[in-house]
């Protein structure tokens, strides 16, 4: 059986529902790319997507905030809720939708403009800001939030470009805090990070915790470990299993979550 | 070129590496060669470019001089005021022909002075050796200046275009015979006057500003209103292809839904690059003449047809400028809930800028250099005197344009008018090579890294 290297304390108290996503299909196409999906995602909570590559863990988080809406292609179907309201009515307005839910991509990808600039860009277009001297208090904070205002406050007009991989990562985090999202949707954030970046994306994640409903897809077990309080495991488009990450690793019930932790499939 | 197999029955285990074995040396030798053809390529393009340009120049600098006469002329108050007021509306009255006579003069008393021998003794024989527009010019000048009559002024006159072409070696001795327009005794005036510098040739600002003459006076040619009918059309294109060409290329890019009617509209706009632009030119007759009634030869029509020409140039580089914005960027923009709108025209499109300006004034130099619509709409033939006063009529009064000029240089049948083409063709090129700066220069100001 496979043995999680270090495991956060897991926070069993916390069981407010944050997204409720009940019989969820995804098509490309023809394609069905996830199938039947059930799944509580609660707050305060880092939950982690794992599975082979391919599975759908991508499509299933980009359904959360329905980027999705902008592959022609796809097509979702089924009820998902965020604090009970259905992200996919056609009152809801999808741009609203993401400012709620921010995300993360696999790749770092800030704006090529100044380290502010970069933070500051969602509380301008979202209106958060009254004037200068809050926008300046809301990037400081921000940056803050994504633990990274240490290494860049002298800087703050530099490129967000020309920080390494794992700052530019952190940054973009910072991007999607400002904006003050309830959730946090993070695809692979630490696949394209080295492992001391990876650590201190890592730590930033379960300080992110406090305040916010983490949802993290990782192709790395043992991140899913460290971080997570739940996970789901994902297999050929379905959610095989799903619970307390402790258990998932020491005690799964589906004999295809075992194989894929133990390494014989994936 | 490149081989990918490896001959599979030569064992490679145990062999030096020091010596480049057959099949290295074959990869060698072939890479040598593919070298060695795109050397050659690129010398014979270099070599062809410096041909093109040699011939260019060569036979388009001498446009750029002319032969002048100085001359005292005395602007004898009996002949050009016989009322003796010095009233602008009386000295009206006195046509070019009332001047022909005082420079005739003028000119044969300065060849007697100087002492040149030759049989010619009339005034009214000293007419082969001056421009026709001498006349007109003096005129002009003293109607600017009534109080010029009674005195003797220093002018500056045109020599005819068989004396300049003698002083270019275009006019050649032997060839007289077949020459109606000048003859060898006044030839022989030329060669001593230039002896005693009373004729010379001189820069001539007048072939850049000044406008087109009639046939029978290409010394007096330029190419400058030519050059403002241009300078409108690509007003009117810059005004119009740029939006709607980038309009067009954010929609279909970024908004339009994949279906079989952006295909259609995809497929179309790459069809239409290639669509040869004398078509333009007959839709333009049609559309914009016949049917919507615009004027003829008017820059605006011009100026409609090109940009026609010119949507698709820029739709297409516009849309490959776009493409190439990472899609990240994109992504980034929507996940912190900027709605499509704000992140291309916050993010998208400044990306995009280098490529859209250098797409545009790519499409804008094809089309300044572009004749045959030009043709169709009646640009091409018009002899226009003056320059257009005012923006309205810059657009709407009846123009040509730079190439159309040179065209209409290029077919004439005086030979002093195909120095002017190639002239013609200097200027057109400054132009294009400007522009192409231009664009350089903006995209590397708009050019940022990521
Ligand atoms: N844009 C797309 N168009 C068509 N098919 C897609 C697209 N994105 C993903 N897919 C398909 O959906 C399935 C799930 O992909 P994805 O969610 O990216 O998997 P994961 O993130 O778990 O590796 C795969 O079979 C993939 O080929
Ligand atoms: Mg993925």
Redesign the interface.
């Known amino acids: 059986m496979y043995d999680a290297p270090h495991t956060t304390e897991r926070d069993v108290t916390q069981t407010e529902i944050k997204i409720a996503a009940k019989n969820v299909q995804v098509y490309y196409g023809d394609t069905h790319a996830i199938k039947d999906v059930d799944v509580q995602i609660e707050d305060k909570t880092v939950t982690a997507f794992i599975g082979p590559s391919g599975c759908g863990k991508s499509t299933f988080l980009r359904t959360l905030?329905r980027?999705n809406d902008?592959i022609?292609?796809c097509r979702v179907e089924g009820d998902i809720r965020i604090d009970g309201e259905d992200i996919y009515d056609k009152r809801v307005d999808p741009?609203?939708?993401?400012?709620?839910v921010?995300?993360?991509?696999q790749?770092p990808?800030?704006?090529?403009k100044s380290i502010y600039d970069n933070v500051a860009?969602?509380p301008r277009?979202?209106g958060l800001a009254k004037n200068k001297t809050d926008l300046d208090e809301i990037v400081e904070r921000a940056l803050k939030r994504g633990a990274i205002w240490n290494e860049v406050k002298d800087r703050l007009h530099a490129?967000g470009?020309g920080l390494s991989g794992g700052q530019q990562q952190r940054l973009?985090i910072a991007?999607?805090v400002?904006?003050e999202p309830e959730v946090l949707l993070m695809d692979e954030p630490c696949s394209a990070l080295d492992p001391i970046a990876t650590s201190q994306v890592e730590e930033l994640i379960d300080e992110l915790r406090k305040d916010y409903s983490v949802v993290i897809v990782t192709h790395s077990m043992q991140q899913a470990a460290r971080v997570s309080q739940k996970t789901a495991f994902f297999h050929l488009g379905n959610l095989v299993e799903y619970g307390e990450t402790g258990k998932i690793f020491t005690n799964p019930e589906d004999p295809r979550t075992e194989s894929y932790i133990t390494g014989r499939i994936g | 070129m490149t081989d990918a197999s490896m001959p599979t029955d030569t064992p490679r285990h145990g062999k030096s590496i020091m010596v480049a074995d057959a099949h290295t040396k074959k990869r060698n030798a072939s890479e040598k060669r593919f070298q060695a053809y795109g050397l050659a390529a690129i010398g014979a393009g270099v070599f062809f470019l410096l041909v093109l340009l040699g011939a260019i120049l060569s036979n388009g600098l001498s446009a750029f001089q002319q032969t002048f006469i100085e001359v005292p002329v005395y602007l004898d108050a009996a002949k050009l005021d016989k009322n003796g007021n010095r009233d602008p509306e009386d000295l009206k009255k006195v046509s070019t022909f009332g001047y022909n006579p005082l420079i005739q003069n003028a000119i044969l008393e300065q060849v007697q002075a100087a002492g040149i021998d030759t049989p010619l003794d009339k005034a009214s024989e000293m007419k082969a050796l001056i421009s026709a527009s001498a006349a007109a010019q003096l005129r002009d000048r003293v109607i600017a200046n009534p109080d010029l009559v009674g005195e003797t002024v220093d002018f500056r006159i045109l020599a005819a275009s068989r004396v300049d072409g003698y002083l270019k070696g275009r006019v050649q001795r032997e060839d007289l015979a077949r020459d109606k327009n000048i003859d060898a005794v006044h030839l022989d005036i030329v060669d001593q006057m230039r002896e005693r510098g009373l004729l010379a040739k001189a820069f001539n600002w007048e072939f850049v500003f000044g406008a087109d003459a009639s046939e029978s006076r290409p010394e007096q040619a330029g190419i400058g209103i030519a050059m403002l009918g241009s300078f409108f059309m690509m007003l009117v294109v810059l005004a119009l292809a740029l939006p709607i060409g980038v309009a067009a290329s954010i929609y279909l890019e970024e908004f339009a839904p994949q279906n079989w009617f952006t295909d259609l509209i995809e497929v179309n706009i790459s069809n239409l690059a290639a669509v040869p632009s004398i078509v333009f030119g007959i839709l333009g007759l049609s559309v914009f003449i016949q049917f919507a009634g615009l004027p003829q030869s008017a820059p605006l029509v011009g100026g409609l047809v090109l940009t026609l020409m010119t949507l698709p140039t820029i739709i297409i580089s516009t849309r490959a400028a776009l493409k190439a914005v990472p899609p990240s960027i994109r992504d980034a923009a929507l996940g912190i809930g900027a709605s499509k709108m704000q992140s291309v025209f916050h993010h998208v499109l400044p990306l995009a800028m280098p490529g859209i300006l250098t797409g545009t004034i790519i499409g804008l130099a094809q089309a300044l250099g572009e004749t045959a619509p030009l043709l169709l709409i009646g640009m091409v033939g018009y002899i226009a005197t003056n320059a257009p006063d005012g923006l309205v009529e810059g657009f709407m009064s009846p123009n040509s344009a730079m190439p159309a000029q040179i065209y209409e240089w290029a077919k004439r049948a005086d030979p002093a008018y195909y120095e002017r083409a190639w002239g013609g063709i200097i200027i057109l090129l400054v132009f294009l090579l400007s522009m192409n700066i231009i664009a350089i220069i903006l995209r590397r100001r708009f050019e940022r890294r990521w």
Do not use: E
């Open positions: 905030n980027m902008t022609d292609i741009v609203q939708l993401r400012a709620k921010g995300m993360v991509f790749k990808n800030p704006f090529p860009y969602g277009i979202h490129p470009t973009c991007r999607a400002a904006t």
